[in-house]
């Protein structure tokens, strides 16, 4: 193949000097993201600005890719030599079996968000965990009394991890109960309960931290929210919604009106995604770029 013609575009990166970033060309290093749908994804947004911000000759792409499309997705990134992917809904359970090796974070929570290479071995991470405690930690959450956690699909199985890894006590409340208690049983968290409010109510006064894992208030549905008994929290406790569309929801919104500590899904997302960053370029990721791309982007 021919190269490219030798053409730059001058860009002013979010939160930086002016730099000149090549236009995508025969050295273009190729990440993405892989889900279905994914169209409303903000990861380009994020890692494209710090590319441009670093100078690197790297580009992120959005892949809408069907389930029974994911294992000719992977053949292809091995064919093609891209040099990393990120997994969301339905992926990431699916690619725990069609990578050859899983770091120790992956295979304890079962799923894989983010594809890197080592030494010529596609290695599957979970980047999710690790980007949750950060983006609380960022917050000025410490570790403390028990934590309940809304849903038991696979970001709530990211959250119970990161939890009990940092000594947390936790309960899990779920729709469907026996889901709940399969995760108690899987991470060792003290109790599960029905996600109802009646139910949660004589919990509330002990609890430190909300997490929020389920769907309840994205976009379009923006008005629903847990039935979650807010005003029987401690003034001090936090509540954390996974959910950025909108990035102020209809739980932490109730939250900030009882004078609650709150934390928004955007944190987690930079974070994961910085981490994820960082097993591609092998270079420290620019938070404080990603997060204001993100935070200033007209689309979220």
Not at 175 to 203: D, K, N, V, Y
Not at 266 to 272: K, R, T
Request: glycine share 8%.
């Amino acid at each position: 193949m021919d190269s490219a013609p030798d053409r730059t575009l001058s860009t002013t990166p979010v939160g930086a000097d002016l730099r000149v970033c090549p236009l995508p060309n025969a050295e273009t290093q190729l990440v993405g993201v892989l889900g279905y749908p994914v169209r409303h994804s903000l990861s380009p947004i994020m890692h494209n600005a710090a590319f441009r911000h670093l100078g690197l000759n790297w580009v992120y792409l959005a892949f809408e890719v069907p389930p029974e499309s994911l294992p000719d997705a992977l053949r292809g990134m091995r064919a093609l030599g891209i040099r990393g992917l990120n997994l969301t809904i339905p992926h990431k359970e699916a690619a725990v079996a069609l990578v050859d090796a899983l770091t120790p974070a992956a295979q304890a929570i079962g799923a894989v968000n983010t594809l890197y290479w080592r030494e010529g071995q596609l290695i599957g991470d979970n980047t999710d965990a690790e980007g949750f405690l950060r983006a609380l930690q960022a917050a000025g959450w410490q570790p403390g009394e028990p934590a309940l956690v809304l849903g038991a699909g696979g970001s709530a199985r990211a959250v119970v991890y990161a939890l009990k890894k940092v000594g947390c006590r936790v309960v899990i409340a779920n729709r469907t109960l026996a889901r709940a208690q399969q995760l108690q049983r899987a991470f060792g968290a003290e109790q599960s309960l029905p996600l109802e409010s009646q139910a949660l109510r004589p919990l509330m006064p002990a609890l430190q931290l909300i997490v929020n894992c389920t769907s309840l208030g994205m976009e379009p549905d923006s008005e629903a929210m847990p039935p979650v008994p807010l005003d029987a929290l401690p003034t001090e406790a936090w509540v954390c919604d996974l959910v950025y569309r909108p990035v102020q929801t209809r739980l932490l919104q109730a939250a900030h009106q009882l004078g609650l500590r709150t934390v928004d899904g955007l944190g987690m997302l930079v974070h994961q995604g910085a981490l994820a960053f960082e097993r591609w370029t092998g270079q420290p990721a620019p938070l404080e770029v990603m997060d204001k791309a993100i935070r200033e982007s007209p689309i979220h």
